[in-house]
T-cell receptor, first 115, second 113 residues
Framework: AQSVAQPEDQVNVAEGNPLTVKCTYS??????LFWYVQYPNRGLQFLLK??????LVKGSYGFEAEFNKSQTSFHLKKPSALVSDSALYFC?????????????FGPGTSLSVIP | GAVVSQHPSRVICKSGTSVKIECRSL??????MFWYRQFPKQSLMLMAT?????????EQGVEKDKFLINHASLTLSTLTVTSAHPEDSSFYIC?????????FGSGTRLTVV
């Protein structure tokens, strides 16, 4: 079965410092990986995705993620955190084992950027 | 880009009543719509997948008769929570796939009193 893990429930970082939100995955076949951000009582906003190509993916709002096949990881990073980055972050993988390509979400990581 | 409009954003209903949540694709045709449920500080759990013109596919453990899904057109999918109870209180989100990934509705906060 395909799955996504986010080992940290909570990440705290000082404003201006680099941030990393971790994600590991387990899939059969080639992974389609995503990062989404959710603000309170809102839907999900797309940050970036990896399907193929360069292992370093650049996305919205200055975020990037590095695909590491050997470590089955897809960590989200940003060089300099902003207070406005405080939100819930979800790593996700497309489940290619179904005919309708549903998305499986990780448990989420709450990011707090401290002024 | 693809936009999914979800309504209502917030609803409070009495126990035993039914609530309908709508998701409309505004500038594209959505043949498939995913319906998720999210409890506070938890991840999104897929409830069911609706397909235009055919029966929805429900995930294991989701009651088909309680969560009625209809996908009558390529731009509209609805989720009806029937005979709602307080334990159905949750955040419901729809999503669909398009050329560049997945797009999500803004969510519906359902509170059953």
């Amino acid at each position: 079965a395909q799955s996504v893990a986010q080992p940290e429930d909570q990440v705290n970082v000082a404003e201006g410092n680099p941030l990393t939100v971790k994600c590991t995955y387990s899939v059969s076949g080639n992974p389609y990986l995503f990062w989404y951000v959710q603000y309170p009582n809102r839907g999900l906003q797309f940050l970036l995705k990896y399907i193929t190509g360069d292992n370093l993916v650049k996305g919205s709002y200055g975020f990037e993620a590095e695909f590491n096949k050997s470590q089955t990881s897809f960590h989200l990073k940003k060089p300099s955190a902003l207070v406005s980055d405080s939100a819930l972050y979800f790593c996700a993988v497309r489940d290619s084992e179904t005919s309708y390509d549903k998305v499986i979400f990780g448990p989420g990581t709450s990011l707090s950027v401290i002024p | 880009g693809a936009v999914v409009s979800q309504h209502p954003s917030r609803v409070i209903c009495k126990s035993g009543t039914s609530v309908k949540i709508e998701c409309r694709s505004l500038d594209f045709q959505a043949t498939t719509m995913f319906w998720y449920r999210q409890f506070p500080k938890q991840s999104l759990m897929l409830m069911a997948t609706s397909n235009e013109g055919s029966k929805a596919t429900y995930e294991q453990g989701v009651e088909k008769d309680k969560f009625l899904i209809n996908h009558a057109s390529l731009t509209l999918s609805t989720l009806t929570v029937t005979s709602a109870h307080p334990e159905d209180s949750s955040f419901y989100i729809c999503s669909t796939a398009w050329a560049y990934g997945y797009t999500f509705g803004s969510g519906t906060r359902l509170t059953v009193v």
